[in-house]
Structure formats: C-alpha cells, structure tokens
C-alpha cells in the first residue's frame, strides 16, 4: 500500500509527504572528505570536546523535492508534534478549495478506508471525517500513534500510513536525510550544537533553493524483488530521480588534479 501510495497519490490530487526524525549528530570531528585547496589538506584536533547532539526533524514531499526541517535539541512528542502540526497547517492552509462538490459522507468514509488495506497496523478511523487531502509516511512509533495526534491528522485530512517493522526503507525521508547531512557535516567539526543548526538548517536551503523531485521504483526496486525472491534480507531505498540530484550553483567540488571549481 505504501508503495502503491509513492505512485498513485500525487496522480489523484492527494499530497504525499514523508517525516522522520534524524540522529542525534554529535558536535564533534565529522569523518569523510572535505573541499580544500591544493596542497592544504583539512587537519582535525585529536582532542576536543563534546558539544551536545542535535537531531533533525524533517517533513519531505517527494513529488516536488521540497523540505522543511528544523534542527533540535530534543525531539520528544511535546516538539515533534506541535511542528509536524504547524507545518501541515501552513502548508495545506495554502491548498486550493477542491473544485467538485463534496462527497457524501459514506464515500469519503470509503476512500479513507482504500488507503488502510494491506496496512499491518490499521486503526480505527474517527465517525466524523474531512476529505482525504494528504498521505503522511511514518515510521511505526508508539509516539506516531498517540490518540491526540491521530486524531487531529484525521481532522485535518490526512491519513497516517504507518511503516512495518523492518519497513524503514519505505519511507523517503531518510534518503533525503542522508543527502542534507552528509552535505552539512561529512568531513567538517563543528564545536556547539548551534554549529550543527546552523550547518543542517542552511544545507535545508539551499536544497530547497533547487530541489529535486524523487520517485519510486527504479532498479533498487527491481533488486528487492529479486532479493525478496530469494528471501535475502531487504535494504536501500525505492526512491530514484531522472537527473543527478542536483547541487547549489556555488558548490564547489574536487577535481581529479586536487583544484577547486565551483559550478
């Protein structure tokens, strides 16, 4: 069903995202290459001290690229989710009126259910419910399942579509997870937690600035069908893009001569 969602929703007006929650990154050395010039090579301190943790909260709509994110302390339920509802708010408060008539209550009840089929861990949809405007891919934490925060998802229009356990690769936040660190820390030491905000929540914009849209399948999928088959442990992601992600217009990288050049 989740995956049935990646290619389906966005075709039937419904909105897709994805949320998870990255980390904690410590404010510490960060391993891996890093862009310097020639002959200058990046030293890290064999001493330092440890700066605290950050994690990243992140809402990801694959169709478009776009991010939003906010680099935390803590990410209890009390932020989690007064975020996740602030962003939903804003961002489906700028949606347009849906141009057809409402449906019936009986149908809508109906097309909320379509999207509980095949799901591990359904749940009981409220006896009141809004029309379907949005599908939201969560990992199955007992914190994502909490009553009040089911409840108000369903009040607003969108379905919760839960992981399986085991089932992280489904969710497309993660990938995106992965680019906008490793393009904020890999190789770099940031000294406070408000470097690595600083870091993760520019990374976010310049992202943002030229976003790449992901899709689903492509020959990681092809790969787990086959390693489904042959009941090997699953693992990557499904999503995939029709260009190279795409980088900021002033990101420079490393020639094979060891020079700079930004494009």
Known sequence: MIE??????????????????AGPYQAIPQPGPSW??????ARQPHEWVR?????????FR?????VW???????????????LQGQLTAILGDLPAPPTPPLDAE??????????????????????????????????????KTPEMVLWLCAHGVMPLYTPLGGSWLNLAESIQRIVV????????????????????????????????????????????????????????????RNPVRRCRHTPYLRKNGSIRAI
């Not at 591990?120 to 809004?130: D, G, K, S, V």
């Not at 990681?220 to 442990?233: D, F, P, T």
């Open 107 to 144: 149908t809508t009840r109906a097309v909320w259910a379509v999207w509980q089929a095949g799901l591990t861990q359904p749940f009981t949809l409220p006896a009141q419910l809004p029309p379907l405007r949005a599908l939201l891919v969560w990992d199955n934490l007992a914190g994502h």
């Open 62 to 66: 694959p169709a478009t690229g776009q």
């Open 182 to 241: 490793r393009r904020a820390l890999v190789g770099q030491h940031p000294e406070s937690t408000q470097d690595l905000k600083d870091w993760l929540g520019a990374t976010v914009r310049g992202w943002n600035a030229l976003p790449t849209p992901f899709e689903w399948g492509g020959k990681r999928a092809a790969r787990r069908e086959r390693a489904w088959a042959r009941r090997h442990a699953l693992g990557g992601s499904g999503g995939y893009t």
């Open 4 to 21: 049935g969602a990646y290619t389906l929703a966005e075709r039937l007006g419904l909105l897709l995202f994805c949320q998870d929650e």
């Open 51 to 59: 700066g605290g943790t950050v994690k990243l909260l992140t809402l």
């Open 36 to 41: 310097q010039p020639t002959g200058e090579p």
């Open 69 to 83: 994110a906010e680099p935390v302390e803590h990410a209890p339920n009390a932020v989690l989710h007064p975020w």
